[in-house]
């Protein structure tokens, strides 16, 4: 399954109203409907959005009552999105839920009974926000330093093609010849040679068609060759 477009299905208000209410209980089309401000017709135009996106997933049960089978809604991702948006970063990441990641915070036992359900939750909300806030403080120090990045290469190189190819990568870590060649409206010629331009002020790695940042070189450059390799 393709990624959904997240920004797109969040845009709009009823898709938001929509999914809150998925995620509070099991729910059928005619109670959804009855949940939101907008005709039936748009609510099964705004599920068929999100069903077509993979967000949805629906089927069709019998009720306890004779007459004919209803048709439920329920969400189809588990997923976190992650974005910063400001005039120095558009950043953004879908991070899987479903998957247990190998990390060294300390989180609550297992709970084994509803009231320590409710508390353990409530515990790993507080343990949220304070992580947020880690988040706020990372995302404000790069954003300055990104806005300090650009406009010191501006003022010593003065090249925007290059500040564009170091600015995307930066950010996503890598960035393939052939992304940077779409983006930037280049041949891919053109990208490695701003590249290699680049590369004589910023070590890259450029190999396979892939660019990024040469960590080893750039602490050697600093003087830190004792630290270089080391991640």
Not at 193 to 221: H, M, N, Y
Request: proline letters at 3%; charged letters at 30%.
């Amino acid at each position: 399954m393709n990624e959904p477009d997240i920004f797109y299905i969040l845009g709009n208000k009823v898709r938001r109203d929509l999914l809150s209410h998925l995620t509070c209980t099991e729910c059928y089309f005619s109670f959804l409907s009855s949940k939101v401000s907008v005709s039936s017709t748009a609510v099964a135009k705004h599920l068929k959005i999100m069903e077509r996106e993979g967000i949805l997933k629906s089927y069709e049960r019998e009720g306890p009552f004779i007459g004919p089978a209803r048709k439920y809604y329920d969400i189809n991702i588990a997923k976190t999105y992650v974005v910063t948006i400001t005039p120095n970063i558009f950043w953004y990441r879908g991070l899987d839920l479903s998957e247990e990641p190998e990390v060294s915070i300390e989180l609550p036992e297992e709970p084994k009974n509803l009231d320590e359900m409710i508390l353990t939750f409530r515990t790993l909300t507080r343990k949220l926000e304070e992580v947020l806030k880690e988040l706020q403080a990372i995302e404000g120090r790069r954003d300055r330093l990104m806005a300090m990045i650009k406009e010191t290469y501006l003022k010593e190189i003065g090249d925007m093609t290059q500040l564009a190819i170091l600015h995307y990568v930066l950010l996503n870590g890598s960035a393939t010849v052939d992304e940077l060649s779409d983006r930037l409206n280049l041949k891919e010629r053109e990208v490695l040679q701003k590249a290699s331009e680049l590369d004589r002020f910023v070590p890259l790695r450029i190999k396979d068609g892939v660019i990024t940042i040469d960590d080893e070189r750039l602490k050697a450059k600093l003087g830190g060759e004792d630290d270089a390799g080391e991640d």
